[in-house]
């Protein structure tokens, strides 16, 4: 694809639920960026990839959120027993850069709007 | 903590007059920092990226400049659009570049007919 896509697009989750968020980024990205965006705000990091390693979690609020990108292409976020306050959009990026490199564009998908009930 | 902060947090102008948009960071280090616009319900896009070495960068009716000393910048639009209605964030990228943007909350940008 020409693009950076998400699904779902929108997701409805009862609190307690777990809920998987996929990632398509651009073909050939080395970098897949996860963020969460709250009503109003900009988006805060979540977690970083280059390739299939994990280089930075930092940003993950809690255990319950875990993600994984096995085979360096499409990436999955992944939050357990989910809270009201996990309530946000959930945006992925991808850039054709590493990490250490001169900088490189991030490409946005469109995003995931979960809201926890 | 790492801060961008954006003014003004929302502005209404008519359909072809001028604007500009402000921005005020304390990352460090620096490596670059960048303008996007993020239509509602959409990912951000790029409008310009500046390392610490650049003053000024445009794209199209846009045009950014970066002050590094008083790590300030702004955005100004010229001749505005009704499709320019947008969010418009400042985002600033630290030491290796490519790594974790911190993000303003975003200048919310109307324009009336």
């Known amino acids: 694809g020409a693009g950076v896509s998400q699904s779902p697009r929108y997701k409805v989750a009862k609190r307690g639920q777990d809920v998987a968020l996929r990632c398509d980024p651009i073909s050939g990205h080395v970098s897949l960026f996860w963020y969460q965006q709250a009503l109003g705000q900009g988006p805060e990091f979540l977690t970083y990839?280059?390739?299939?390693?994990?280089?930075?979690k930092s940003g993950l609020p809690s255990d319950r959120f875990f993600a994984e990108r096995p085979e360096g292409s499409v990436s999955t976020l992944k939050i357990q027993r989910t809270q009201q306050e996990d309530s946000a959009v959930y945006l992925c990026?991808?850039?054709?850069?590493?990490?250490?490199?001169?900088?490189?564009?991030?490409?946005f998908g469109p995003g995931t709007r979960l809201t926890v009930t | 903590k790492n801060q961008v902060e954006q003014s003004p947090q929302s502005l209404i102008i008519l359909e072809g007059k001028n604007c500009t948009l402000q921005?005020?960071?304390?990352?460090?280090?620096?490596?670059?920092l960048r303008w996007y616009k993020q239509d509602t319900g959409r990912g951000p896009v790029s409008l310009t990226i500046?390392?610490?070495?650049?003053n000024t960068k445009s794209n199209g009716r846009y045009t950014a400049t970066l002050d590094a000393d008083t790590k300030q910048s702004s955005l100004h639009i010229t001749a505005s659009q009704l499709s320019d209605s947008a969010s418009y964030i400042c985002?600033?990228?630290?030491?290796?570049?490519?790594?974790?943007?911190?993000f303003g909350t975003g200048t919310r940008l109307t324009i009336i007919p």
């Open positions: 921005c005020n960071y304390t990352v460090s280090p620096f490596s670059n």
């Open positions: 500046m390392t610490f070495s650049e």
């Open positions: 990026a991808s850039s054709s850069g590493g990490i250490g490199q001169k900088f490189y564009e991030q490409y």
């Open positions: 990839f280059q390739n299939e390693a994990q280089l930075d």
């Open positions: 985002v600033v990228s630290g030491k290796f570049g490519n790594e974790k943007l911190t």
